[in-house]
T-cell receptor, first 109, second 112 residues
Framework: GEDVEQSLFLSVREGDSSVINCTYT??????LYWYKQEPGAGLQLLTY?????DMKQDQRLTVLLNKKDKHLSLRIADTQTGDSAIYFC?????????FGAGTTVTVRA | NAGVTQTPKFQVLKTGQSMTLQCAQD?????MSWYRQDPGMGLRLIHY???????DQGEVPNGYNVSRSTTEDFPLRLLSAAPSQTSVYFC???????????FGQGTRLTVV
């Protein structure tokens, strides 16, 4: 969606960290999400963050939120080949999810 | 617990044909929605429902109809298919406005 922007591609070496960035426009969003889509599959919720938080860590995943700049990032530590997928940033306003175009992450050996 | 089930997984239609994409959830979720996914555009909301008997339009509703006669089912109807409706369609449900959305596996539709 035009309200959520992400870069389209990211290539990362196996074992390195991946950082996927996202900007959004709706300052009233209460939840911000990261979804993962593997080839031929639906979307799987990876993690989310409340708008009153700055950071959330969940195993290899770290989400950072800068509300002032409306910037969200997802860091994947020790990236593995199974992390190759499309990652979508999404903001939620009531019932409606607005998605970015998705970042295709390719993990190379 | 099946979650969100979409049928069919794949479909090819001729221009002008009609069809219904099925979506069912067994989680007693109030909120259900349909998205389409096109390359480089993310997911765009077509229609949504906040409960049985209540539906509303999303971002790209033209050419699609929905109804919600039960909590479980939220079918999407294409009245007269057009090549521009070639896409991957996802159905999603959530318990309420503030909880996680669960997605089906998608229906890949090609209109020739």
């Amino acid at each position: 969606g035009e309200d959520v922007e992400q870069s389209l591609f990211l290539s990362v070496r196996e074992g390195d960290s991946s950082v996927i960035n996202c900007t959004y426009t709706d300052s009233s969003s209460t939840y911000l999400y990261w979804y993962k889509q593997e080839p031929g599959a639906g979307l799987q919720l990876l993690t989310y963050i409340f708008s009153n938080m700055d950071m959330k860590q969940d195993q290899r995943l770290t989400v950072l939120l800068n509300k002032k700049d409306k910037h969200l990032s997802l860091r994947i530590a020790d990236t593995q080949t199974g992390d190759s997928a499309i990652y979508f940033c999404a903001e939620k306003d009531d019932y409606k999810l607005s998605f970015g175009a998705g970042t295709t992450v390719t993990v190379r050996a | 617990n099946a979650g969100v089930t979409q049928t069919p997984k794949f479909q090819v239609l001729k221009t002008g044909q009609s069809m219904t994409l099925q979506c069912a959830q067994d989680m007693n979720h109030e909120y259900m929605s349909w998205y389409r996914q096109d390359p480089g555009m993310g997911l765009r909301l077509i229609h949504y429902s906040v409960g049985a008997g209540i539906t509303d339009q999303g971002e790209v509703p033209n050419g699609y109809n929905v109804s919600r006669s039960t909590t479980e089912d939220f079918p999407l109807r294409l009245l007269s298919a057009a090549p521009s409706q070639t896409s991957v369609y996802f159905c999603a449900s959530s318990r309420n406005a503030y909880t996680e959305a669960f997605f089906g596996q998608g229906t890949r539709l090609t209109v020739v």
